[in-house]
């Protein structure tokens, strides 16, 4: 995408995210990684008359996996206290689940996650509708005590909620300490660290990510008390598995967030050859009606897990109810709120 293009969309979201021109924003990249998305932000901060600064971090070195909560800043505390200073991080690197962005925020510094491709920023821009919606949603999730769900594929689970707070995210940031992903749309929260139990089945088409795979045959998993005792299936299980255990971390088989996507501008189905281009999977995690449901870290909401073993897996045609009262039927959201 061509820089005039990219700022205009930049501009679009920093307005979203409430940027007034007496604010100081810094945008941080690593690497020669998302530059071009840094001279965007900049632009688009000097057409709403904000200052705001460019931190680019060293480039990381290769690991094979996608090792959440590990990030350069761990050992910088000087540079972490240096962004503790700004009103808005523009996140280019991805902190999510670091002690540091969890510093950031503590500090009043609202933060934005931006590391998918332009082209999907700009099909997925933030709205004031898409945020009512989230925000609705959320508002029912935080008064239930129970979620239920299934399929027909063989889904049964239920989680014990009110152990930890809900999470929304709609794809901008306007209040102090405040994070969001750009694009998301979506709700979630997670349950009793013992508070889950059931079945879950992946099933064909549902999507594996940080493998940014679809599903081809059945896994099924079983849980116990909040952990996760097998999971069986093809050579997507297999593929699970031998994830799992290369971080020799059993916190990885735990049970973590939980939620819905709420955003119509979200397509399950691949937009571009090679399925999934770039970027983290915002888009299937995003896409209206999908369960949403994750293995591993749970410090995100409060809690007390920070293994680096992450996977977030969007569900199909599952059917949700929130203490015996139907959000979603058979992938369609059908509460009363929120059609």
Not at 19 to 46: I, K, P
Not at 129 to 149: F, G, N, P, Q, T
Not at 310 to 332: K, T, Y
């Amino acid at each position: 995408m061509d820089l005039g293009s990219f700022t205009e969309i930049c501009v679009h979201q920093l307005r979203m995210s409430g940027v007034q021109s007496d604010e100081q924003l810094v945008v941080l990249t690593q690497g020669d990684d998302r530059l071009d998305y840094a001279n965007a932000f900049m632009a688009a901060s000097r057409v709403l008359g904000a200052s705001m600064v460019h931190l680019r971090l060293p480039a990381p070195p290769p690991t094979g996996v996608w090792a959440v909560g590990q990030t350069a800043l761990a050992s910088m505390p000087e540079v972490v206290e240096s962004l503790k200073a700004f009103d808005m991080l523009i996140d280019c690197v991805f902190l999510l689940f670091s002690p540091e962005q969890m510093a950031i925020q503590a500090a009043g510094t609202r933060i934005l996650t931006v590391v998918e491709p332009p082209e999907l920023l700009a099909r997925m821009p933030p709205s004031i509708e898409l945020r009512e919606k989230v925000e609705a949603a959320a508002a029912i999730l935080s008064s239930a005590k129970v979620m239920h769900v299934t399929s027909r594929h063989g889904t049964d689970v239920v989680y014990q909620l009110n152990a930890y707070p809900t999470i929304s995210e709609y794809a901008c940031t306007d209040e102090p300490g405040r994070w969001d992903h750009w694009p998301s749309g979506f709700v979630f929260t997670g349950a009793s660290d013992d508070g889950v139990d059931g079945t879950i089945v992946v099933a064909p088409g549902d999507v594996l990510l940080p493998q940014n795979t679809y599903v081809r045959s059945p896994v099924t998993y079983k849980i116990d008390r909040g952990l996760v005792t097998d999971i069986s299936g093809g050579l997507e299980s297999d593929l699970i598995n031998s994830y799992m255990a290369s971080f020799n971390d059993e916190r990885g088989r735990a049970m973590s967030h939980i939620g819905w996507g709420m955003n119509p501008d979200a397509k399950w189905h691949a937009m571009s050859p090679g399925l999934f281009p770039g970027g983290m999977g915002m888009e299937p995690r995003s896409f209206i009606g999908n369960v949403l449901f994750s293995t591993g870290p749970n410090n995100e909401l409060g809690g007390s897990n920070d293994t680096a073993c992450h996977l977030d897996i969007p569900l199909r045609a599952c059917s949700l109810l929130l203490d015996d009262e139907p959000v979603i039927l058979d992938g369609r959201i059908v509460h009363r709120d929120l059609i």
